[in-house]
């Protein structure tokens, strides 16, 4: 039992160690890419304020917003995937038969829920409790 906490203990130490010198990689790479801009900026008789502290908060905030807008576009990508083939859905059931009324409560209930809500369509209709508009 003694083992296994010592090893848990030196497995720690040493990703601790790893992360240390990730993190040192990294602040390396952004001084010398701070180093290089500032010395075009003076190239072209221009200054700014760049330390590494800003530039990382910079890089940060690039990050986090392209994540955001990365799952923001899933997000929407599917639901209006969802919605289309709960449209499609519709027209097809009224095509072969389905006496579904097509009306503004059905199209907005359809693209807003996809399939699910045309399903709950079909179960309220064939039950009888069909919304009367």
């Not at 906490?5 to 010198?21: N, P, Q, T, W």
């Not at 790479?29 to 908060?57: P, Q, Y």
């Not at 576009?73 to 097809?92: C, D, E, P, Q, R």
């Not at 699910?116 to 209709?125: E, I, N, Q, S, T």
């Amino acid at each position: 039992m003694f083992f296994a906490y010592g090893l848990m203990d030196y497995l720690f130490e040493k990703l601790h160690e790893l992360a240390s010198l990730v993190l040192d990689i990294i602040f390396y790479i952004v001084n010398f890419m701070l180093m290089g801009t500032t010395k075009l900026l003076r190239m072209l008789d221009l200054s700014a304020d760049l330390t590494s502290h800003t530039t990382l908060a910079y890089l940060l905030a690039i990050i986090i917003l392209a994540a955001f807008t990365y799952f923001t576009a899933k997000l929407v990508s599917k639901w209006i995937y969802n919605s289309i083939v709960g449209l499609v859905g519709l027209f097809i059931l009224r095509m072969i038969g389905f006496d579904l009324p097509i009306t503004l409560f059905t199209i907005v209930v359809v693209a807003l829920f996809g399939l699910g809500g045309l399903v709950a369509l079909l179960v309220l209709y064939v039950a009888g409790v069909f919304p009367p508009f």
